[in-house]
């Protein structure tokens, strides 16, 4: 039987998304989001902040880029890949979300929403492809695309 590799967020970006090129000129678009438990312990409530890192490809990544921004609510479906490099000697690795699909929350007035017009520009954001996988050429092998480790927010 084959695994599952499914991730559900919704969360705040906790930056501007930054949209590169990869070698091929296929664009992709990283960015940061948080999520937050809530409980109450001993009478008290207490909260854990987890922080992502996300990725997107092709046309996703470009609707990524233009239509978020740091604080924004949103869903999102992805999936867990870890990646490895090396640097000056010593091999590095991070955790990120691929991001398969998103979509912006909360009301249009507020800014959470899509700006675009009508429910098929809406319906284009949930849905966009995830575009190359990582294992392609467009984005390269087991190195960071075009970026340099000091992105990563830990």
């Known amino acids: 039987m084959a ?3 499914k991730v559900i967020l919704v969360g705040h970006l906790g930056g501007d998304p930054e949209m590169k090129y990869g070698s091929s ?4 678009t990283t960015f940061t989001m948080a999520t937050t438990d809530t ?3 001993d009478g008290q409530r207490e909260e854990r902040t987890e922080w992502h890192r996300v990725i997107a490809f ?4 470009e ?6 921004h740091k604080g924004k609510l949103i869903y999102l479906e992805g999936r867990i890949q870890t990646r490895s490099w ?3 000697g010593i091999k ?4 990120e979300i691929v991001a ?4 912006m929350l909360g009301s249009r007035d507020g800014g959470g929403g899509y700006q675009g017009q009508g429910q098929g520009a809406g319906s284009e954001t949930r849905k966009a492809a995830g575009g190359p996988s990582p294992s392609s050429p467009a984005y390269g092998s087991a190195s960071i695309p075009d970026s340099a480790p000091d992105d990563i927010p830990f």
């Open 3 to 5: 695994g599952v590799n």
């Open 25 to 28: 000129g296929a664009p992709f």
């Open 39 to 41: 409980w109450v312990k």
């Open 58 to 61: 092709g046309k996703l990544a």
């Open 63 to 68: 609707i990524c880029a233009k239509w978020l």
């Open 86 to 88: 090396e640097q000056e």
């Open 92 to 95: 590095r690795y991070t955790t």
């Open 100 to 103: 398969q699909t998103m979509q």
